[in-house]
């Protein structure tokens, strides 16, 4: 089994930036391909970031492109989430999940993967 704990949440104004962090623990932790997904109140699950274990390829999708980085230090375990230029449209649960079989691009292209996190709101105000 995989454990996910996501932490950096909060509330920031419009324009501000967080940084949030996914530790994973368990038998297959360092060897996970790693994403970001978000949900807001009212709609449902969508993917937002995530890094492959093999090669460290990322991938994005359209709404954060060029705002947003994921990154992993794999000596921890922890994959990050850089969140800049913040709209107010991104509030949400934020999700850390993991999946060591399906990639980044499979994440991206829909695939849930197989392990998740507790999740971490972030608020951003207008």
């Known amino acids: 089994q995989v454990q996910l704990v996501e932490s950096g949440g909060g509330l920031v104004q419009a324009g501000g930036s967080l940084r949030l962090s996914c530790a994973a623990s368990?038998?297959?932790?360092?060897?996970?391909?790693m994403g970001w997904f978000r949900q807001a109140p009212g709609k449902e699950r969508e993917f937002v970031a995530a890094?492959?274990?093999?090669?460290?390829?990322?991938y994005y999708s359209d709404s954060v492109k060029g705002r947003f980085t994921i990154s992993r230090d794999n000596a921890k375990n922890t994959v990050y989430l850089q969140m800049n230029s913040l709209k107010p449209e991104d509030t949400a649960v934020y999700y850390c999940?993991?999946?060591?079989?399906?990639?980044?691009?499979?994440?991206?292209?829909?695939?849930?993967?197989?392990?998740w996190g507790q999740g971490t709101q972030v608020t951003v105000s207008s």
């Open positions: 999940a993991a999946d060591s079989r399906n990639n980044g691009q499979a994440m991206a292209g829909g695939t849930r993967p197989t392990y």
């Open positions: 368990g038998r297959t932790s360092s060897r996970l391909n």
């Open positions: 890094i492959n274990w093999i090669g460290g390829s990322t």
